[in-house]
């Protein structure tokens, strides 16, 4: 049955029965029905025409960009000019012109020990840690293995392959070198043993091969290194050995003279010594360039190994020697270097990372003629440098690849398919004049393949958030990456000055200027970024330079009922006026208010001090407003959970696990600030209270700040503990006061995020008056390890409800375990590079996204229910109804929780646009509030036909434009809302997804009209509503690895592949979806993986594509001259096929060496399995097989009757021979 059959079976099921998919988990809000199923008699489901089926959709890899990950080899075709780069992790990168790069991956994962080119002939050899040759054809768009040689009892250690030869030469652990055949990939009988290439009165083994080549002047002479210092000049022919070279050090390296009478040796010591063949016996000459030359003529002193040595020669000039390491041992503090020996002088280039492998770039392919070499690829740890030797100071290529990406440690990542056209000429006209100087003026020498547009031509945009503060923007149209602008957030906040603050304070970040989440409006170009210490910087886009003030703001977001110091009655807040919650414009003077003391508890003190002087800010995105949250009463801001920002509306939302917060950044004021319990009202469907503060002041000790060292998995434990224990309570919002540097100074400079371990008691103890005990926390051996934690026993724990026992036993633990890496992706960053490891924690509760409805309501879930924390995990500004039957729409804001809650805020803005700048913005609850499963991830909204309708915004317009006059000046907002037009109907869709479930509901009515339970043993990483084929569907990234789309609005399963396990923190936390179904994520700390869920992308992929082979004729060989061909070597021819074939060497031994056939031969078969193509694919291999058959039976066939003729003709000779004869003659 064909995959796509049965898909349609899939899709007549799902539409037969749209509810039938959702589970028994509970109803939406209001008058919704379990199971999605119709509402009452008064509410029908609406009949929407969904044109998206499972046809449309197929997972694809489409492309890989960056810098490849751990890399360990390094080749270069000089005829094709492609490069290859082989990684530790088994993958292979080749690169050619801007727009070739190719990914390839060992299935094995074995590291790739070297990588040769067939040069010229599409072809590349691979040697790998795992001992297998791989061989792999570049001559089609997606490389495949045509063959695999696994050796069986010897490992390989280095490999050769002459020019224009079919025979590469394999040198191995245990001294030997074996010869394969590149066209049959089977071994020659031909093999060099270690014993017979050295002495027979040498009594040690001489060490694995480290060095394989062929004379220049002699192709039947091969040059073995041996690694304790041998060299052997081994005569093919006559399998002997013409001479042996011996050295007192380690070789590591050997290079050629181009006339084949001299050649270079790299040893450990630093040294480099010269031979000559005709004097074998002792280096021709010995130096080491960066040793020291001592007094008394004595030998140099011992310099760091030289890794690795070229000798490249020149007509017109002295050769080059180039080599890597080699540095004296008394300057250990300085960088790798590679040096450039050009006659006399000496050139030393110093690397930001060590040195990998490198490689001499010349202008003709064959060893035996001048080398002139142009340039030097170097393959750095984590850089790609390519130095241009045709100019006197070797400056660097300005490289055209995206391989710096992880310049600093990419920690979010946000992809926007089919934006704006004009956005990409303008972000790259602002960024090109922060372009480098100094670059060489030559051509980038890798300029291989060939590559076009293809069919897709609408503009795509990548963001990447980074751990220094930057953010990049990246031309990605056309399955390509080019960087466009680069922003730097940390430039609006002051240095901070080195050792400042760590006598007292603790420092949690070493990054504090981290970039958690980012927001981009790419229609108004409004830009937003939340940092992980706490604030959210708003960007305006203009084409001029500025030298203003950074406007900033200060917020208070912690919310406490209890005090341990000083006990309050209990206060009920109500909702708060937004007209009286208007704080003025914080000072930009500098003169403050200090609110914290050397010794006393921090309050109203942010974490990041805002420059207070003008500042020039150049073309790009200006910072236009900075929000910070702050410290109160010594507890540290969270970190922020969700952002989203409004052009059209001027308002910025953004919430962390203790409340939400507001703020009009038209007019740099706080609306809201408040706690998230304090957002229900008489709407919280728990009925949580305020708590009455507590007595106890066991904890009042510990309140200050102090210096913890735990490991990052005990401090996410701790969180555990310690979430439970905050109620949010009622605060007025405050503009807080700038602090002056000297007060900033004092200030403890603690990031955001430490637990409140003053609080740290289990959520079961709340809802008695006792002391705290471990015995009742579902982390007890990570509160034992917290010392200052009082143990005190608790009888009245221990009749609670049974049934919670079992519950936290079965299901909360094994849940915990199970997301052990993957816990709180939403106020959790993580994110490593090597060996420096980032992290970033914010202590909310891990309880919040879990199934809040699949607990039982007995009274002691319902505590800890009660006593969690609620972050606000998603924010989402549309034009929408607020209130059950509200005739018209209006701005709303919706607030989704880490509990599965949904809220509605209503926005009451200015009646016209010249109001706007003076009358204030009102928010207000509407009382609606919607339940669902899980942590709420997104939102969307759809009008009656089914059509996404996208929020208001403004019309971007330069604001320091000198041009603009009163009329230009005036806002220009887009509305999409369906109130526009009478034939837009009444009502809407509102879509939300959460970790384990979506739902659609009608408004304004409020109706569930269908839900469907997305996961029941995972939960959702990512899900966002987009665009595909001019309609709408929900797709959704699970923790398990599954891809799956959804319907819209009727929740019907399209797609559902296991594509990917989530075995990394920095997938769960870079994965994006975009529009045109399309989506990327982090797949190593260097690289960016992009793929296609579209049928249509997956089929137009190939067009995409760059060619890596291209039709080059080979260059011709100089024509040497009767002199020096008389003279200046052999004369006589060098079969390779006569000597190593098996004709004269004979098979090798079966049990060496294992042949595995590759799947390349049938690489575009896979590509199409499942259609047509892949039908007519098969079919014309089966033919082709088929003629190759009836061609070789014709062979045979005229083969026999040649020797039948042959045969008939001998025998007719013979007959006419002796048909005269007598029998008495014979």
């Known amino acids: ?164 030869s079919k025979w590469l030469y394999v040198g191995t652990e245990r001294g030997n070198t074996h010869i394969v055949n590149i066209e049959s990939f089977i071994l020659s009988g031909y093999v060099i043993m270690w014993n017979k290439a050295i002495e027979l009165s040498t009594k040690t083994h001489p060490g694995p091969v480290v060095h394989l080549s062929d004379s220049p002047r002699d192709e039947g002479k091969l040059l073995i290194g041996y690694e304790n210092g041998t060299v052997v000049f081994w005569d093919l022919r006559s399998k002997r050995a013409d001479l042996r070279a011996y050295y007192d050090e380690a070789i590591h390296s050997v290079a050629w003279h181009h006339e084949g009478k001299q050649f270079m040796c790299s040893h450990s010591d630093g040294s480099l010594t010269l031979w000559n063949l005709k004097s074998p016996n002792r280096p021709f000459q010995t130096t080491i360039p960066h040793g020291k030359i001592q007094r008394d003529g004595k030998k140099p002193e011992s310099c760091k190994p030289i890794l690795k040595v070229e000798y490249k020669t020149c007509k017109n000039s002295e050769p080059f020697v180039i080599f890597s390491g080699g540095l004296s041992y008394d300057k250990a503090c300085r ?34 003629e001048f080398q002139e070499p142009y340039a030097v690829v170097v393959l750095l740890e984590k850089d790609l440098i390519v130095v241009d030797l045709t100019q006197s100071n070797f400056p660097i290529f300005e490289n055209p690849y995206p391989i710096d990406i992880h310049e600093s ?79 730097k957030t940390s430039k609006v906040f002051e240095k901070q000055k080195p050792g400042e603050g760590k006598a007292t304070a603790e420092i949690v970040e070493e990054d504090p200027f981290a970039v958690q989440m980012m927001y981009w409006c790419p229609e108004s170009r409004i830009f937003c970024v939340a940092g992980v210490s706490a604030y959210v910087v708003v960007y305006r886009f203009s084409k001029h330079e500025v030298n203003t003030e950074i406007a900033s703001l200060e917020v208070r977001l912690q919310y406490e009922v209890e005090d341990i110091i000083t006990p309050e009655p209990e206060i009920i807040p109500q909702f708060p006026d937004a007209s009286s919650q208007l704080p003025s414009l914080k000072s930009l003077s500098g003169s403050t208010n200090t609110v914290a003391c050397e010794g006393m508890m921090k309050d109203s003190i942010p974490c990041l001090s805002v420059k207070t002087r003008p500042v020039r800010m150049p073309p790009g995105y200006q910072a236009d407003l900075v929000i910070q949250l702050v410290w109160v009463d010594g507890e ?22 203790n409340g939400l917060a507001v703020v009009d950044f038209m007019q740099k004021t706080v609306l809201l600030s408040m706690g998230t319990l304090e957002l229900y009202g008489s709407s919280d469907p728990y009925q949580r209270q305020p708590r009455s503060p507590r007595k106890s002041k066991q904890f009042a000790a510990v309140k200050g700040s102090r210096k913890l060292s735990l490991p990052t998995d005990l401090k996410t434990d701790l969180d555990h503990v310690n979430g439970h224990c905050t109620s949010p309570t009622s605060q007025s919002c405050s503009s807080g006061k700038r602090l002056s540097s000297a007060d900033v100074s004092k200030a403890n400079r603690r990031g955001p995020g430490r637990p409140p371990f003053r609080k740290a008691q289990s959520a079961a103890c709340m809802e008695i008056s006792l002391p705290v005990t471990t015995e009742g926390s579902t982390r007890r051996s990570v509160t034992k390890s917290v010392n200052y934690i009082r143990k005190e026993p608790v009888s009245g724990i221990r009749d609670r409800d049974s049934s919670l026992n079992a519950k936290l036993s079965s299901n909360e633990l094994g849940y915990i375990s199970r997301r052990a890496m993957l816990q709180q992706l939403h106020g959790i960053s993580s994110f490593s590079h090597d060996e420096r490891h980032y992290t970033a924690h914010t202590w909310m509760n891990k309880e919040n996204r879990e199934n809040s409805f699949s607990r039982s309501r007995s009274s002691s879930v319902s505590s800890i229910d009660r006593d969690s924390k609620e972050a606000i995990t998603a924010l989402y500004f549309m034009e929408s109804f607020a209130r059950k039957n509200d005739s018209a729409v209006s701005p709303c804001l919706w607030v989704g929780t880490g509990l599965g809650m949904v809220l509605i805020l209503s926005l009451n803005l200015p009646a016209s646009d010249d109001l706007r700048q003076s009358e204030p913005v009102m928010v207000s609850p509407s009382g609606t509030v919607l339940t669902l499963k899980g942590a709420v991830l997104t939102f969307a909204c759809l009008d009656c036909t089914g059509t996404l309708i996208h929020p208001p915004y403004e019309v971007w ?49 409020q109706t569930c009209l269908y839900v469907h339970n997305i996961t029941e ?31 819209l609005p009727s929740l019907r399963p399209l797609l559902d592949i296991n594509y990917l396990p989530v075995t990394d923190m920095r997938i769960a936390r870079t994965f994006c979806f975009s529009n045109e179904g399309q989506a990327l994520y982090l797949s190593s700390p260097t690289e960016i993986q992009r793929l296609t869920y579209s049928q249509e992308m997956c089929d137009n992929l190939q067009d995409m594509l760059g060619d890596l082979f291209t039709p080059v004729e080979t260059p011709e060989a100089q024509n040497r001259g009767f002199l020096k061909g008389l003279f200046g070597g052999s004369g006589q021819a060098f079969d390779r096929e006569e000597l190593f074939g098996e004709a004269t060497a004979g098979k090798a031994s079966r049990s060496l060496a294992q042949h595995i056939p590759g799947s390349g031969g049938i690489e575009g078969v896979r590509g199409a399995a499942g259609g047509v193509i892949g039908d007519l694919t098969r079919a014309r291999i089966a033919l082709d097989e088929r003629g190759q058959k009836l061609g070789e039976l014709d062979e045979r066939t005229a083969s026999m009757m040649a020797s039948a003729e042959a045969f008939s003709k001998h025998a007719h000779e013979v007959m006419l021979k002796y048909k005269d004869k007598k029998w008495y003659q014979f």
């Not at 089919?418 to 960024?431: A, N």
């Open 1 to 164: 049955m064909k995959k796509f059959n049965f898909r349609k079976v899939l899709d007549g099921l799902t539409a037969s029965s749209p509810g039938g998919s959702a589970g028994g988990g509970g109803a939406g809000g209001g008058s919704a029905h379990p199971g999605g199923t119709a509402g009452a008699a008064g509410t029908p489901r609406e009949e929407i025409q969904e044109t998206l089926t499972s046809d449309y959709f197929q997972i694809c890899k489409t492309v890989r960009h960056g810098f490849p990950y751990l890399p360990t080899a390094l080749a270069f075709d000089p005829v094709q000019k492609i490069l290859a780069i082989g990684t530790r992790t088994g993958a292979i990168r080749i690169l050619g012109r801007p727009g070739v790069d190719c990914y390839c991956q060992h299935e094995s994962g074995a590291a790739v020990l070297q990588l040769q080119f067939l040069i010229n002939e599409g072809a590349l050899v691979s040697a790998c840690a795992d001992d297998t040759l791989h061989l792999w054809n570049l001559r089609q768009k997606r490389p495949a293995i045509l063959h695999s040689l696994k050796f069986n009892r010897e490992r390989i250690t280095y490999c050769h392959l002459p020019f224009q």
């Open 409 to 487: 440690p990419v920690t979010c990542t946000e992809y926007f398919a089919d934006c704006p056209p004009d956005l990409i000429p303008v972000l790259y006209s602002v960024g090109a004049k922060h372009k480098k100087q100094g670059y060489s003026n030559k051509e980038w020498p890798i300029s291989g393949g060939a590559w076009n547009l293809g069919a897709q031509t609408y503009p795509e945009i990548i963001i990447t958030g980074h751990a220094d503060g930057s953010v990049k923007f990246w031309d990605a149209s056309a399955i390509t990456l080019q960087m466009l602008y680069k922003l």
């Open 1017 to 1047: 043993t995972s939960f959702l990483l990512q899900a966002d509503v987009v665009t595909l084929c001019n309609s709408v569907c929900l797709a959704c990234f699970c923790a398990n690895g599954h891809i799956m789309t959804l319907s």
């Open 335 to 368: 960088r790798p270097s590679l040096t450039i020996m050009h006659g006399k002088a000496i050139t030393v280039l110093e690397m930001d990372h060590p040195i990998v492998d490198f490689l001499t770039l010349c202008e003709t392919p064959y060893p035996n």
């Open 636 to 657: 540290p801001p969270q970190q922020i959970t969700s952002l989203a920002v409004n052009s059209a509306y001027g308002l910025v939302a953004f919430g962390n696990c």
């Open 957 to 1005: 317009r330069d604001p320091h434009s000198a041009d603009d006059g009163e009329k230009t000046r005036k806002r220009k907002l887009v509305m999409h809302s369906p109130s526009s037009s009478q034939d837009m109907g009444d009502h809407q869709f509102a879509v939300i997804c959460s970790e384990k479930q979506a739902k659609v509901f009608s408004l304004p009515s």
